[in-house]
């Protein structure tokens, strides 16, 4: 989608819009969803929260500097709830974030400007993957982080077959040595 988006301008303007709205819907899902603990420990009651602030820090390369589209999003943990402010339930929100990034990756999918935008330009949105279709085989090209892992992963395995010359085995083969050490 990133590369779409560096490619069209007009892909760009509609990806932004369809993350904007990604971004309102996850706010508003967090708010439906986010608790609070109230009262005293052994007997505290969990409660909904009333307000948080949640911000998006929108980003449009990755570190290595690759087109990569993508939302950020801070999350308070100050919540307003019951009359004062409390603190988040951050651990029902840590065993929601598979639901909260499928949410944004379903708006996204279903987001029909965008739809419109990248068939107008012969383009065709994977929902399962988020990918444009047309666009897969560039991802790898593009990519200046999987071409670091690349050379990290050529150097390790050189290491390791230079320190075990006489191992017929590379270091992904193995999971565990027995007992004993290798060759025991």
């Known amino acids: 989608m990133s590369i779409a988006a560096a490619l069209h301008p007009e892909v760009s303007e509609a990806l932004d819009a369809a993350q904007q709205d990604a971004l309102s819907e996850i706010r508003r899902w967090l708010a439906q969803h986010s608790t609070t603990r109230v009262g005293s420990l052994g007997a505290q009651e969990v409660v909904p929260i009333e307000s948080m602030q949640v911000v998006g820090i929108t980003h449009r390369t990755s570190r290595a500097g690759d087109p990569h589209r993508h939302i950020h999003l801070q999350i308070g943990t ?107």
């Open 78 to 184: 100050r919540v307003w709830a019951a009359g004062k402010w409390r603190g988040l339930n951050g651990a029902a929100l840590f065993r929601q974030q598979g639901a909260i990034r499928a949410l944004g990756t379903a708006v996204i999918a279903a987001h029909p400007d965008l739809a419109t935008v990248l068939d107008r330009h012969g383009l065709t949105l994977d929902p399962a993957t988020g990918e444009v279709v047309e666009l897969q085989p560039f991802n790898a090209l593009m990519s200046k982080r999987g071409e670091q892992v690349r050379r990290n992963l050529d150097r390790l395995e050189t290491e390791w077959e230079t320190a075990h010359p006489r191992r017929d085995d590379r270091p992904g083969d193995r999971i565990s040595a027995p007992r004993g050490g290798v060759g025991a």
